[in-house]
């Protein structure tokens, strides 16, 4: 680990505990300051980074080539809009999908054939819904590391409420 890592004072440990399996860009440092010109810039950073390990997490877990093949926040959130669909039991169909995430029905289905192809996406009549093959090693793991950068987001936005509003 860097010495800016390390210097990090006992009440930092569980952010560095979460944050480092993401990587040390993703660790925050109390003395850097964003600018003073972004409104709510320290809240919007936190929640920045979440966005992003989010995503990078989603990334590892299946793997460079479906990355590579799909680099499109599209084709994500049509994926984890089905998986919730399926959680729910509810299959759905593609205008379903289309007018739930506010895009062209044409680039939902050509999302969902590409997902089809790759075989995380099964067609039930016409309606669609996630495949088994969701289900990735570790998967236990992986989702308590995505639970555990929530939460420490949310603790250190909740500091930055009680500490007396925006930090800019």
Request: proline share 4%.
């Amino acid at each position: 680990m860097t010495m800016a890592l390390t210097q990090h004072h006992s009440n930092k440990t569980s952010e560095l505990s979460t944050w480092v399996v993401a990587g040390e860009e993703f660790v925050l440092l109390d003395t850097v300051q964003p600018p003073a010109r972004i409104a709510m810039a320290r809240e919007r950073l936190l929640l920045s980074r979440l966005y992003i390990g989010l995503i990078r997490s989603l990334n590892d877990d299946y793997g460079a080539d479906f990355v590579r093949q799909n680099d499109s926040a599209t084709f994500r959130t049509i994926g984890i809009y089905l998986f919730l669909r399926t959680a729910m039991c509810a299959p759905v169909r593609a205008s379903t999908v289309a007018q739930a995430l506010k895009l062209p029905r044409a680039t939902v289905l050509r999302r969902l054939e590409e997902m089809i192809k790759q075989g995380y996406v099964e067609r039930i009549g016409n309606a669609y819904r996630v495949t088994d093959k969701i289900n990735i090693p570790d998967l236990q793991q992986r989702l308590q590391q995505r639970i555990d950068m929530i939460l420490e987001t949310a603790r250190e936005l909740s500091r930055l409420r009680d500490a007396g509003g925006p930090a800019h």
